[in-house]
Nanobody
Framework: VQLQASGGGLVQAGGSLNLSCAAS????????MAWFRQTQGDERDFVAA????????TYADSVKDRFTISRDNVNNKGMLQMNSLKPEDTGVYFC???????????????WGQGTLVTVSS
C-alpha cells in the first residue's frame, strides 16, 4: 500500500481543515487506517484510527469531539476532519495503515509522507 496525505495548511485557532489520505493498492479496504502527528522531531503521536468497515473509531483524548476520522473504501481514501483547531494541534500529520486498531505507531506497516498543519493563535 502506498499512501499520500494532503490537505494541510495554515489556519487560525478555531478554524477547520480536512486532511485526505489517498491509498493505492488493493489491500486498503482490508487495513485499519490511522492518523498520527509529529511535532519537531518528537515521536509520532496517535490522533485517530478507523476499522476496516468504519464500524469502530478511536481518538486521542486531546482531539475527541473535535476531529472525525472516516474512510471511503470504494475510492481508497481516508479523511480526517479537524474542527476547533488549537495551536497545540500544529504538526506534521501522517496517515498509516495496519492490521489492528491500536494507538502504537509501531503497529502500523505503511505510512504516507505527511502533511503540515500549522495553527496560529
Amino acid at each position: 500500500v502506498q499512501l499520500q496525505a494532503s490537505g494541510g495548511g495554515l489556519v487560525q485557532a478555531g478554524g477547520s481543515l480536512n486532511l485526505s489520505c489517498a491509498a493505492s493498492g488493493s489491500s486498503f479496504s482490508n487495513s485499519v487506517m490511522a492518523w498520527f502527528r509529529q511535532t519537531q522531531g518528537d515521536e509520532r503521536d496517535f490522533v485517530a484510527a478507523v476499522s476496516r468497515n468504519s464500524a469502530f473509531t478511536t481518538y486521542a483524548d486531546s482531539v475527541k469531539d473535535r476531529f472525525t476520522i472516516s474512510r471511503d473504501n470504494v475510492n481508497n481514501k481516508g479523511m480526517l476532519q479537524m474542527n476547533s483547531l488549537k495551536p497545540e494541534d500544529t504538526g506534521v500529520y501522517f496517515c498509516a495503515t495496519g492490521s489492528y486498531t491500536v494507538k502504537r505507531a509501531s503497529a502500523y506497516n505503511y505510512w504516507g509522507q505527511g502533511t503540515l498543519v500549522t495553527v496560529s493563535s
